[in-house]
């Protein structure tokens, strides 16, 4: 088996044997980060870009761990303190950043579509590190991971996604990825937040948090942008959490052992209790983050050199 | 089209078990007892081998000495130019290295390169007494100045020879054949 691919630009085009491939080997990699020498030699003398032209901590630090884990080279390049402040295209940009040959550019950017604008115009490989409201295929494949080894499968569960449904990268992949291996999603937000082909995606839709979340084997809650509070898509936070936070209330709704997944950055008190977010019981964020630098090592290793 | 295959069976099942006998006796000889002594596969085919000396060894003296399992994919020289990626298998190494006895354990002794790997690999986990090497057969034509420790058997092999262990554990038979496409 191998990953047949330059590039890793969504959930969409790549298959359930791909996304297997990926989190067996992602699996291998979890012991490294546990040992007192987190470092194998595995990509010594290999360089690796981060472009990020949105803000990051938890992706773009869990991408420089992991290649630093295996020993890569790696440059961070943010819009703000580049030439893209100056006005620079981003294929003039990866073009002069070609010409330095690093072997792969990882990106973030608002614009749906520019990774695979990227993949298009350099040799090297692309891996999305979230591109506008289109697709974060790492953090999907990391979700994947995390409840694999939670529920010990993904095929037959039943998978509650609640929030922000339009405005996420994080939901579109996980829903893409989550049917593929065989879940049932069921999601929930205020109609302004629901995409309006949404049920197109093999999903059913509800208005009430309480009616998706029923039953609910995974609660995945989404991070409510309130830098679009702005743009008048939903009357108040107050409101908001009122109708679609996630509390003890609401939580017996869901199986007995329903774990709670949030991508964060988490909005305590919005999209989450507190209580919730902190019980480790139920709560498998930090398990999410811990899975993440497993993962982007994984992708690493298999997209680095080597291709056909 | 699949070529023919001139198959010579060089080793049968009693055999290998008298072989692994042999160096289970030598391997506690050697360190006076099995203080301190931790054994370690390499996957795939050293991992079943090491777990058979490890069950011969508390046969012979009390007690259960460790075991780990070491994938050495990470560590390998060729990983650059390969066109495709070996699958990567888990490393398990529950217990500290500092100051033990590893004895390294493989299936076949060939180019010396998996047993460098190995001994990087070990080494970024601590740092032992020493590092012995036990494998079931040693064909010859190292690459790199490697030699075992305890050796199954001698088998000078042509280069365009495949030498493979077979063990019930992964092929359902214990065997040892030398290969040649005809």
């Known amino acids: ?308 | 089209m699949t070529r023919k295959k001139n198959t010579k069976t060089v080793m049968d099942k009693e055999g290998i078990d008298r072989c692994l006998t042999r160096i289970a006796y030598e391997i506690l000889e050697k360190n006076k007892g099995t203080k301190d002594l931790v054994l370690v596969g390499i996957r795939t085919g050293g991992v079943y081998l090491a777990e058979r000396l490890q069950k011969k060894i508390s046969v012979i003296e009390e007690g259960e000495i460790p075991l780990g399992i070491l994938d050495i994919t990470l560590y390998r020289d060729d990983l650059s130019s390969a066109k495709r990626k070996p699958r990567l298998g888990k490393t398990k190494i529950p217990f500290s290295l500092d100051d033990k006895i590893v004895v390294l354990i493989d299936d076949v002794l060939f180019t010396g390169r998996t047993i460098r790997a190995a001994m990087d690999a070990l080494i970024d986990f601590g740092r032992p007494k020493m590092i012995q090497l036990a494998v079931l057969i040693d064909r010859g034509h190292r690459e790199l100045p490697i030699r075992a420790d305890f050796v199954g058997k001698n088998l000078p092999s042509s280069l365009w020879q495949a030498v493979s262990v077979k063990l019930v554990e992964k092929n359902g038979a214990d065997e040892v054949v030398i290969e040649e496409e005809t």
């Open chain 1, 1 to 308: 088996m191998k990953l047949n691919k330059k590039d890793l630009l969504g959930i969409k085009d790549i298959s359930v044997e791909e996304i297997n491939f990926i989190l067996e080997t992602a699996d291998s990699f979890l012991e490294i980060s546990t040992r007192e020498i987190k470092k194998v030699p595995t990509l010594r003398g290999k360089t690796i870009i981060n472009l990020f032209y949105e803000a990051s901590t938890r992706t773009r630090t869990s991408f420089e761990i992991a290649a630093k884990r295996l020993s890569a080279d790696t440059i961070n390049i943010s819009a703000s303190t580049s030439s893209v402040a100056k006005g620079e295209t981003l294929i003039d940009t990866a073009r002069n950043l070609e010409a330095m040959n690093p072997d792969i550019i990882v990106i973030r950017h608002s614009a749906a579509g520019a990774p695979h604008l990227l993949a298009s115009q350099v040799k090297q490989s692309i891996i999305n590190a979230g591109d506008g409201a289109h697709e974060h295929p790492t953090q999907a494949l990391l979700d994947m991971m995390t409840i694999k080894e939670k529920k010990g499968k993904i095929n037959g569960l039943k998978i509650a996604i609640i929030g922000d449904i339009a405005h996420s990268r994080v939901a579109r992949s996980n829903i893409y990825g989550l049917t593929k291996m065989g879940a049932q999603i069921t999601v929930a937000g205020p109609a302004t937040m629901l995409p309006r082909d949404i049920e197109q995606m093999g999903i059913k839709v509800y208005d009430k948090m309480q009616e998706a979340i029923t039953g609910a084997d995974v609660i995945m809650m989404l991070r409510i942008q309130l830098e679009r509070e702005k743009q008048n898509i939903f009357p108040s936070l107050r409101e908001y959490s009122q109708r679609f936070c996630l509390n003890r209330g609401n939580i017996a709704l869901a199986k007995k052992d329903v774990i709670v997944m949030h991508p964060g950055p988490i909005n305590r008190g919005v999209e989450i209790s507190p209580d919730i977010a902190d019980d480790l019981t139920q709560s498998v964020i930090l398990d999410q983050v811990n899975k993440g630098v497993a993962v982007r090592m994984a992708l690493l290793f298999l997209l680095a050199g080597g291709h056909e």
